[in-house]
């Protein structure tokens, strides 16, 4: 396997002679180089398979633990290296304070390099490898995006609709996406100030905190995150910065209901890209139901959803209607998912009065149905993701010493069974430690930011303790310790160990920044 890096450096010496130790070395492959501190996201987002970004110190007029400080909290998922003059305990200490794996400097052999790369990189891949098993899980949050065929079909009260039967069970995020007309606020009896587009800006560095400090609570129970009261704010919108909202929303809420409007841009695009159900909302009236047909035939075209990944809802329907589910169907060239009735004067009247929420009627049962269907069952506890990775790789283990050496004598089987269980016990645990090790860290640096944006006072380590447990979950949040002081903020995460009676604590410190 190849590890890919990327080197960034102002020094004309530096990048030629890291340029050639690189090249000579078979398994690292140097994608490119970047003068200019600046350009460093940049470049990871043309390069997002980069395994180790090196970083000079002297990047940037010497601040270059600055810059792996601010690219390593967007991307805790990247092994930084530090480049230095000389590699000792205090450029190590600082190294690792700024959030870097491991030193360099500018002298190391071709092995040196090698080694440490090769070690930062092995580190990568079991922390990618955990968060990927910990999608697999199930634990990352359902997203489904809801569109309108055309304006006027319901869609933004279908979306909400179905958030507002979720509550009870999950945690639900609310997002109004249709960025020019969008106005799920004003049906909620909301006023906001903040929108989905002022995460723009900040789409690289997205946290559980910037969504909640950017959100709105409902009564019911839904999170609203809304559309600008400004529609030509919609434009500022990019399909990258939506991508980094639907990732964001995934591991904030169990369920995340999008409202996407009914016309398309790069942006909307990018929230049906990523989505897991899609839903078309239509009326049965002909305008909008050939407003449908175009619409799932657009979304081919431009390769954003697949016609038969397009769940139809029918919105407003009554047994009085000409146009009954099945001549809808022919219609739209697609089968009708569901259906909502007509929900009447009361159900006009309650959008009027901002209480569709709280109100209750035929249309918020078919929506709760459709919704239940279409999110699935609550999940009951998903096993813990690093244990189904290790579990995962005892039994490929274990399949493979049933095929080996079938013929060998009775004595030495058992050995050699022994030898390879306790080895892949050790790697688990490793891997187990280390995800600790990774949280921690992400947690103690939330809990400094905190300490850092206000004075301190009586109130202080009560909030950089919750800021920096919110980054955890599950057991590792159950068994954690934060301890907070004017100076630094210590997060101690107890690992699950296969051993009994062995405690293995990873304890990471994080020094206080104060902003002025």
Same mark, same amino acid.
């Given at each position: 396997m190849t590890t890919k890096v990327l080197l960034a450096s102002a020094d004309e010496r530096t990048l030629e002679r890291l340029s050639q130790v690189l090249a000579e070395a078979d398994a690292i492959e140097l994608v490119q180089v970047v003068r200019e501190a600046a350009n460093v996201e940049d470049a990871l987002?043309?390069?997002?398979?980069?395994?180790?970004?090196?970083?000079?110190?002297?990047?940037?007029?010497?601040?270059?633990?600055?810059?792996a400080r601010t690219v390593g909290a967007a991307n805790p998922l990247?092994?930084?290296?530090?480049?230095?003059?000389?590699?000792?305990?205090?450029?190590?200490?600082?190294a690792m304070e700024s959030g870097a794996r491991s030193v360099l400097s500018r002298t190391s052999s071709l092995a040196e390099v090698v080694s440490r790369l090769e070690s930062v990189a092995h580190w990568v891949g079991a922390a990618r490898s955990a968060v990927s098993a910990d999608a697999r899980s199930g634990r990352a949050g359902r997203v489904v995006a809801v569109a309108g065929a055309k304006g006027g079909v319901g869609a933004s009260a279908v979306a909400l609709l179905m958030a507002q039967s979720l509550v009870s069970s999950r945690t639900v995020g609310l997002v109004d996406f249709d960025l020019q007309s969008g106005d799920l606020a004003a049906y909620l009896g909301v006023h906001t100030r903040r929108s989905v587009v002022d995460l723009v800006d900040i789409a690289g560095e997205m946290t559980g905190r910037i969504l909640r400090e950017t959100s709105y609570d409902v009564p019911g129970g839904i999170r609203l995150l809304s559309a600008p009261?400004?529609?030509?704010?919609?434009?500022?919108?990019?399909?990258?910065?939506?991508r980094s909202v639907?990732?964001?929303l995934r591991y904030q809420y169990e369920v995340s209901i999008i409202d996407v409007g009914s016309h398309l841009t790069e942006a909307t695009a990018a929230v049906l890209e990523e989505a897991d159900v899609a839903v078309l909302v239509v009326t049965p009236d002909l305008p909008a139901l050939r407003a449908a047909r175009?619409?799932?035939?657009?979304?081919?075209?431009?390769?954003?959803?697949?016609?038969?990944?397009?769940?139809?809802?029918?919105?407003?329907?009554?047994?009085?209607?000409?146009v009954t589910e099945s001549l809808a169907a022919k219609i739209v060239e697609s089968r009708v998912d569901a259906t909502v009735p007509d929900g009447g004067s009361p159900f006009e009247s309650a959008m009027n009065?901002?209480?569709?929420?709280?109100?209750?009627?035929?249309?918020?049962?078919?929506?709760?149905?459709?919704?239940?269907?279409v999110v699935g069952p609550v999940d009951d506890g998903p096993v813990d993701a690093v244990e189904e990775a290790y579990a995962e790789v005892a039994g490929r283990g274990r399949r493979r010493a049933r095929g080996n050496d079938a013929g060998q004598s009775a004595v030495e089987l058992p050995v050699a069974f022994a030898? $390879?269980?306790? @080895?892949? *016990?050790? /790697?688990?645990?490793?891997?187990?430690? =280390?995800?600790?090790?990774?949280? &921690?860290?992400n947690a103690a640096h939330e809990g $400094?930011?905190? @300490?850092? *944006?206000? /004075?301190?006072?009586?109130?202080?380590? =009560?909030?950089?303790?919750?800021? &920096?447990?919110?980054?955890?979950?599950?057991?590792?949040?159950?068994?954690?310790?934060?301890?907070?002081?004017?100076?630094?903020?210590?997060?101690?995460?107890?690992?699950?160990?296969?051993v009994p009676g062995v405690r293995l604590t990873s304890s990471v410190s994080a020094p206080v920044q104060r902003e002025h």
């Open positions: 987002t043309r390069h997002p398979d980069v395994d180790v970004l090196v970083v000079d110190e002297l990047i940037d007029s010497g601040r270059g633990l600055g810059v990247l092994g930084i290296v530090m480049l230095v003059d000389q590699a000792g305990p205090e450029q190590f200490a600082a009261n400004d529609g030509e704010r919609g434009e500022e919108m990019t399909a990258r910065a939506a639907v990732n964001a175009r619409t799932l035939a657009m979304w081919e075209r431009l390769v954003v959803r697949q016609r038969s990944a397009v769940r139809v809802l029918l919105n407003r329907q009554h047994r009085r209607n000409e009065t901002a209480s569709v929420a709280a109100a209750s009627g035929p249309a918020h049962t078919a929506a709760a149905k459709f919704a239940a269907a030898v $390879a269980l306790m @080895v892949l *016990l050790l /790697a688990g645990q490793g891997l187990v430690w =280390g995800t600790g090790y990774l949280l &921690a860290r $400094a930011r905190t @300490v850092g *944006l206000q /004075a301190w006072g009586p109130s202080t380590p =009560g909030a950089a303790r919750a800021d &920096a447990l919110d980054e955890l979950s599950g057991r590792w949040r159950s068994a954690a310790t934060v301890d907070v002081s004017p100076s630094d903020v210590t997060v101690h995460v107890v690992a699950p160990t296969v």
